[in-house]
């Protein structure tokens, strides 16, 4: 898409009333935000508590972008003539309008607050044949073959559904408790025909799981009547069809908006995306899932160029952006224009801090049709795959299982995915959720150009997230070594604590930890005796079992200490009457704290004792290992001979 400003200009080449008789719609850009009632202050003024508290999780400042248009601006436009005013933007500070005065679009212009008006769609034509509306891939449509038969003890029977939901391991975050549950979806498209009365959908109505719709197209809450493509996509995650057909994340909860109009292709539609995720973002949702993209226009004026999908020229590329940075993982589709002459992703899919998805079929193979990256500044594009080859869809007739192909339904299928894993994770924000996809993947190593990063293992990211956020810590007292560790964990998941010592060539399990209640974040502690330990170096590794098939380890540490020492044996000491003993003497205690008792009393001074009984010597080292030694100090009582004699004799006696 050209910028606002191309529009402006190529708007005054063409001049205001040969303008005013081609188009009919046309974005005000606006230069501030002026004398606004709303304040950053108060911002349940304009978003829920539920999007304030998604900024307060990722630590996401609220900001000018934030504050809804000022109101007398659109006020202004409005009654500058015959205009209508279709939607806004107020993180792109413009405002969608429909008018075919010349002389209203002369006075918008000359506001002061007005920075420039730009066309972006002609008027309605009743006999308009577009020709560059591609939602779906090829028609030649591809029936995957049977998948491998699903494990008996899996949560859902997906029926013919499970070749695409094991594609990425997604079976292991259903039977982990993650289904979508508490979690809210944008889907944003051309229309959800009939979601209200098809089978597919049973369980998302009765369980009130659309807590909202709009049609940005038409300006009314209705979508069931429009376009089956949002239903098909719809489809992918919320079907809830046990033994037939069960969507990627069928406890989600969605808003469903139209943006998207299949009677022509203009930038309009950008502009109502726009709107559609202001909308969303302000509801507080927590992904948004989009099978709709732009590069090629109905007016080649409005056509984008292969240097434009850099991510910051699109209005549309640039407002997914600023969603993300608003904390919403952004889930788009490549584009079905690997084999057209445009060949590239199409936008959203460039923006920097969007999730763009590639389609490969239920084994594997990337789709011909997929779009290619990279994005025109390099950026590794898709990011990652799913399948979209073959993909089961819902039937717009009686909801059953059918085929279809295309990026449109890739997306989707990695979006419901993306919601179960960040169901488990709600502290990590979309970045991160979006970082660890990607390097579960299967090209993590070797990214390309038809699947970026590749097919991602939600098993994978799940132990990845687990080990991101591990901690540990060790600490030596008292000759035992106090292990630390904070881990997520819940009812099944155990951690197993095993040592090896310096002269072990294997590990031995020593305590297995379990806990109870849902997936969070734990505190465990275990104390090991050190006294018995003759060297340092004792090792000492984590190990986290989630099931049966599935045990790893969170990681390792080396507790080193100074081992027990060695006093000698026990000593008997024995004096004459009234001697002095050193105590100090009879052991070495170098490098040693010594503490004498006698009797359990302290000895006062060690090095000269008179008093016979029995000292303890404790001598510790600085890991707190002691070693005890006894003295028995006795004191012998001198003999009494009696008196000295004398005796005379004789020479000759």
């Known amino acids: ?157 997906y029926g013919v559904s499970f070749g695409q939901v094991h594609l990425n391991n997604g079976e292991f975050l259903h039977n982990r408790g993650f289904r979508g549950q508490g979690m809210q979806m944008a889907v944003l498209d051309a229309g959800f025909f009939h979601y209200l009365s098809l089978p597919t959908f049973d369980s998302m109505r ?162 011909n049709f997929s779009s290619y990256g990279p994005s025109s500044d390099g950026q590794i594009k898709p990011n990652v795959a799913a399948v979209g080859v073959g993909a089961v869809i819902a039937n717009s007739s009686n909801g059953q299982p059918t085929f279809g192909n295309g990026t449109s339904f890739a997306c989707p299928n990695m979006a419901g995915l993306t919601s179960c894993l960040m169901q488990a994770f709600p502290e990590i924000n979309n970045m991160g959720i979006m970082n660890a996809m990607q390097q579960s993947a299967n090209r993590a190593t070797n990214p390309d150009n038809r699947t970026g990063y590749g097919i991602p293992d939600m098993k994978k990211a799940f132990v990845m997230l687990i080990k991101q956020q591990y901690t540990q810590m060790a600490t030596v007292a008292n000759c035992s070594v106090n292990l630390q560790w904070t881990a997520k964990t819940d009812s099944v998941i155990s951690i197993t604590v095993e040592r090896k010592l310096p002269a072990e060539t294997d590990y031995t399990s020593i305590s297995t930890h379990n806990s109870t209640g849902a997936f969070a974040a734990r505190n465990f502690s275990y104390a090991d005796d050190l006294r018995n330990f003759p060297a340092s170096g004792i090792r000492y590794r984590f190990k986290m079992t989630i099931a049966a098939d599935t045990s790893f380890y969170l990681d390792s540490i080396t507790v080193n200490f100074t081992p027990r020492p060695d006093l000698g044996a026990d000593k008997s000491i024995s004096v004459c009457g009234t001697g002095v003993v050193d105590l100090t003497t009879q052991f070495n205690t170098t490098g040693l704290a010594a503490n004498w008792t006698l009797g359990g009393a302290a000895v006062a001074n060690p090095a000269a004792v008179t008093v016979a009984g029995t000292y303890q010597l404790i001598g510790s080292n600085n890991s707190g290992c002691s070693d005890t030694a006894l003295v028995i100090f006795s004191i012998a009582a001198k003999p009494d001979l009696g008196t000295d004699k004398f005796i005379t004799k004789c020479t000759d006696s």
């Open 206 to 367: 009765n369980n009130g799981q659309v807590l909202g719709t709009w049609d940005f197209v038409a300006g009314n809450a209705s979508v069931d009547e429009d376009h089956p493509h949002g239903m098909n996509c719809l489809s992918t995650i919320a079907a809830n069809m046990p033994g037939v057909f069960i969507g990627t994340a069928p406890k989600t909860s969605f808003y469903l908006y139209r943006t998207e109009d299949i009677s022509s292709e203009y930038p309009i539609e950008e502009q109502n995306w726009i709107a559609g995720i202001e909308r969303a973002d302000s509801l507080g949702i927590d992904i948004s899932s989009t099978s709709l993209g732009y590069f090629n226009f109905d007016n080649a004026i409005f056509n984008h160029t292969y240097a434009d999908m850099d991510g910051n020229t699109t209005m549309i590329a640039r407002a997914a952006d600023l969603a993300a940075k608003k904390g919403i993982m952004i889930v788009v589709a490549a584009g079905n224009e690997g084999t057209s002459s445009w060949h590239f992703i199409i936008s959203p899919g460039d923006g920097d801090s969007v999730m763009t998805v590639g389609a490969v079929s239920a084994s594997g193979v990337v789709g």
């Open 1 to 157: 898409m050209r910028k606002i400003i191309l529009f402006l200009f190529i708007f005054l080449f063409a001049g205001i009333t040969e303008s005013h008789a081609q188009f009919s719609r046309y974005i005000v850009q606006l230069k501030d935000k002026g004398t606004n009632p709303f304040s950053i202050s108060n911002p349940l003024q304009y978003l829920t508590q539920r999007s304030i508290d998604r900024r307060i999780r990722y630590g996401i400042a609220i900001d000018s972008s934030d504050l809804p248009i000022t109101p007398r601006y659109i006020d202004s436009i409005r009654l500058a003539g015959a205009v209508t005013i279709l939607n806004s933007s107020k993180w792109l500070n413009q405002v969608a309008i429909q008018t075919t005065d010349a002389a209203a679009l002369a006075k918008i212009n000359s506001f002061p607050f007005v920075i420039s008006t730009g066309p972006v769609a002609t008027r309605n034509q009743q006999n308009d044949k577009p020709i560059n509306k591609k939602l779906d891939g090829p028609d030649n449509t591809i029936v995957p073959p049977p998948a491998s038969p699903q494990g008996i003890n899996d949560f859902y029977n």
